[in-house]
């Protein structure tokens, strides 16, 4: 079976197009949780209305946009390379075991799909990341603001080097369980609905999808958040002007952050992200399973088989 087929094409294009109508939508939440996500850790926590209150006083509604373009970039790219990886790697094994996947090869599945994309889309993430808080840090500290995506991939390259635009990879690898765990928890829900569907007679509902993704997404969030706090205080770590950074690695992230604040330090920020990520997620699977099927359907004249 080749790599390169229509489906798996078909679901790399449904994946980005879902994910980029679902980050555009949902911008300023993303905006407000990568924010309290990358505060000093020793800090008492802000609350999302005093996050949005500095970010309406210091850079008015557009600061609620700040970045769009670069996580645009990212997460299509992502979102292209893990669906793609995704249904080949699943398309291959029901070609060779000629049965319905199980729960475990689901998770192995996702697993490696997830760390295909995390090779692949590091350095755009890591950009990313500082594109939305740079602001402040810029006017402050007296570094001069990335002017966008190749600014930043730029720039980091000629200061920090290669192993720069890798940084956080670590993190990345480890929170390859957080679409890991949504894939799984979705394809098991899905499964559920389908049969329901089947006794009903009609098939699955928008909203029943935006439900599905939804539970998946937040179900994933609340069990690797920590790790994903450790990755955002990763990504926006420069290098000071003697070459060292605040950070030595993800473990030294985890400890520094709970001798700082404890356990709620872990998850600072998680109702914001919560809110951000599982309308996201949900409104990216609903946009994805009704973009597959008409894409697929313009790309073969068949009907997509499920």
């Not at 729960?103 to 490696?112: D, E, F, K, R």
């Not at 330090?265 to 309308?279: C, H, N, S």
Request: net charge positive.
């Amino acid at each position: 079976m080749s790599v390169f087929t229509v489906e798996s094409l078909a679901d790399g294009v449904s994946g980005a197009a879902g994910g980029i109508s679902a980050i555009s939508v949902f911008y300023p939440l993303n905006i407000i949780r990568t924010k309290l996500q990358t505060d000093d850790p020793a800090k008492k926590e802000r609350s999302i209305r005093e996050v949005l209150e500095e970010i309406l006083r210091d850079d008015g509604v557009g600061g609620l946009f700040k970045g769009w373009w670069g996580q645009v970039i990212a997460l299509g790219c992502s979102n292209f390379v893990y669906f793609y990886a995704y249904q080949v790697l699943k398309a291959k094994i029901q070609r060779a075991t000629r049965a319905r996947i199980t729960p475990g090869i689901n998770l192995a599945v996702g697993a490696v799909a997830g760390c295909i994309n995390v090779g692949m889309t590091t350095p755009l993430w890591m950009v990313c990341t500082q594109l939305a808080v740079q602001a402040k840090r810029g006017t402050k500290d007296g570094v001069e603001p990335y002017k966008g995506m190749i600014d930043g991939l730029s720039r980091c390259f000629q200061t920090e080097g290669l192993a720069g635009l890798w940084k956080g990879l670590i993190p990345n690898l480890m929170l390859v369980s957080n679409p890991t765990i949504h894939f799984f928890t979705y394809e098991r829900v899905r499964y559920a609905f389908e049969r329901v569907a089947q006794r009903r007679g009609s098939p699955i509902t928008s909203p029943e999808f935006f439900f599905m993704g939804a539970l998946a997404k937040a179900v994933a969030t609340v069990f690797t958040y920590p790790v994903q706090i450790a990755q955002s205080q990763l990504r926006n770590d420069r290098k000071s002007e003697d070459g060292t950074r605040k950070y030595a690695g993800t473990l030294d992230c985890l400890r520094k952050i709970y001798a700082a604040a404890g356990l709620a330090g872990l998850y600072r920020g998680i109702f914001a992200k919560l809110w951000q990520t599982v309308l996201t997620a949900a409104f990216q699977f609903m946009t994805f399973e009704k973009l597959r099927v008409v894409i697929f359907r313009l790309m073969t004249g068949k009907e997509l088989k499920n």
